[in-house]
């Protein structure tokens, strides 16, 4: 079975950092775009940070130069390192795993909680 599964949310003042990590087996880790999506109610889904397995990365405007993504495919996992946080950045924090295009696999998520 597929099994992506998220930890290291949490409450956290503005400014402060938070590391999301995601676990994930059942797979070919090292054939997929793993990428984080974040939901707020009443908001559509909004990609955060993708990374391919030769490390390429994109981000969305609103977090570059604040969160880095980064996959280790020896270990089958993803982390998503976030700086400076702002009330904004709010929201149930997925990990995907797919393609640039797509998310195929989704995990349960985790919530983040600026305030």
């Known amino acids: 079975d597929v099994q992506l599964v998220e930890s290291g949310g949490g409450l956290v003042q503005p400014g402060g950092s938070l590391r999301l990590s995601c676990a994930t087996s059942?797979?070919?880790?090292?054939?997929?775009?793993m990428s984080w999506v974040r939901q707020t109610p009443g908001k559509e889904r909004e990609g955060v940070a993708a990374?391919?397995?030769?490390?390429?990365?994109l981000y969305a405007d609103s977090v570059k130069g604040r969160f880095t993504i980064s996959g280790d495919n020896a270990k089958n996992t993803v982390v998503l390192e976030m700086n400076s946080l702002k009330l904004e950045d709010t929201a149930l924090y997925y990990c995907?795993?797919?393609?640039?295009?797509?998310?195929?696999?989704w995990g349960q998520g985790t919530q983040v909680t600026v305030s």
């Open positions: 059942g797979f070919t880790f090292t054939m997929s775009v």
């Open positions: 995907t795993a797919g393609s640039w295009d797509r998310s195929n696999h």
């Open positions: 990374v391919d397995t030769d490390g390429s990365t």
